[in-house]
Nanobody, 116 residues
Framework: QVQVVESGGGLVQPGGSLRLSCAAS????????MGWYRQAPGKERELVAV???????NYADSVKGRFTISRDNAKNTVYLQMNSLKPEDTAVYYC??????????WGKGTLVTVSS
């Protein structure tokens, strides 16, 4: 059974930092591209950052220079380090695992709230 489980969300003040984790099981983790997406209230889900099976990365313009995605294949885990957080980063953050053939799994999300 495949499971994708996010953790690490919470309430943080503007300018603060959080690290999200996403643990995947039931898949051959190293062959999957992994991504973080977010959905703010009333908005569409959007891409935040992705990391390929070869550890190439790509970021949304809105988070470049502030967020860093990384993966640990030994732990079947992908991380999102978020620094200099802004109120507009408030959203539910979702983890996605995808193969080159298009097999796709999603987590249930973790809420990040940036507020003073």
């Amino acid at each position: 059974q495949v499971q994708v489980v996010e953790s690490g969300g919470g309430l943080v003040q503007p300018g603060g930092s959080l690290r999200l984790s996403c643990a995947a099981s039931g898949i051959i983790f190293r062959i999957y591209g992994m991504g973080w997406y977010r959905q703010a209230p009333g908005k569409e889900r959007e891409l935040v950052a992705v990391i390929t099976s070869g550890s190439s990365t790509n970021y949304a313009d809105s988070v470049k220079g502030r967020f860093t995605i990384s993966r640990d294949n030994a732990k079947n885990t992908v991380y999102l380090q978020m620094n200099s957080l802004k109120p507009e980063d408030t959203a539910v953050y979702y983890c996605n695992a995808v193969t080159a053939g298009g097999i796709n799994y999603w987590g249930k999300g973790t809420l990040v709230t940036v507020s003073s």
